[in-house]
């Protein structure tokens, strides 16, 4: 289908218990024509049955599958669920046909470019969602905006190894020295991702940049795990600032 709209989409509307009567017959619909079909209230669009490929392209998945005869008789709860809980697949014997999204989602899905989800955005220094770091870009989020994510800028901060290879510092510096080289591994490869000139180089750092922040959490390592850890990060910053 590729980066489209609901007005080069085919695309039609039906009131929403006209949608439940006839699920089976509508999920077809979409996986034939690949359309979307708008679910009104009372003359006013309140979400869509969209092709699965359409989150695909936005970076979305559903948040849970089921089947048609489970969604018909809770059809409403269905709907509350794909607007509570996001996108809801449907099913019939056990293959995904269409997606339930709710209006917001709909409306972001159609700008043609990938969809943020979050329950809670953070925009100082690394952009987060929900914890998680978020790749330079342009995104479409729910309410209709459109969130430019900026890479932060380089430091110069380098890894202090007398300190850390120090037996009298104590443990606890030490992860905090490497969840701050971790933050400044994933900023790196932000800007990587930011200045990649193939789609393939721009996923491998948002991977890359995904890895290194997990290790932010890892209260698991030991003292020198954790000094290893810090010089490979650093090592990586280093080579990503010479390329």
């Not at 709209?5 to 017959?25: C, F, H, I, M, N």
Request: hydrophobic share 40%; charged share 25%.
């Amino acid at each position: 289908m590729g980066n489209r709209t609901v007005e080069a989409a085919t695309v039609k509307y039906l009131p929403s218990d006209q949608v439940r009567d006839t699920l089976g017959r509508q999920l077809a619909w979409v996986r034939d024509t690949s359309g979307i079909l708008i679910i009104t209230d009372a003359g006013i669009p309140d979400g869509a049955l969209v092709p699965p490929n359409l989150l695909t392209e936005a970076g979305l998945a559903p948040v849970r599958e089921q089947g048609v005869r489970e969604a018909r008789p809770r059809w409403g709860a269905t709907r509350a669920d794909a607007t509570d809980e996001g996108p809801q697949g449907l099913t019939h014997h056990k293959a995904l046909m269409a997606v339930l999204v709710d209006q917001s989602t709909l409306a972001a899905l159609t700008r043609g470019m990938p969809v943020l989800a979050f329950k809670e955005l953070e925009l100082t220094g690394i952009a987060l969602a929900d914890g998680e770091p978020i790749a330079p870009g342009e995104y479409a989020a729910h309410d209709g905006k459109t969130l430019r994510i900026y890479a932060p800028p380089q430091e110069e901060t380098t890894v202090d190894n007398t300190t850390l290879n120090d037996p009298e510092t104590p443990e606890v510096v030490i992860f905090e020295a490497l969840r701050e080289t971790a933050t400044r591994a994933a900023a790196a490869y932000m800007r990587a991702a930011e200045t990649a000139t193939t789609p393939e180089a721009k996923e491998d750092a948002k991977q890359q940049m995904k890895r290194v922040w997990r290790i932010k959490s890892n209260h698991d390592l030991g003292r020198s795990e954790m000094i290893d850890l810090i010089q490979q990060l650093q090592g990586e910053i280093d080579q990503l600032r010479e390329t």
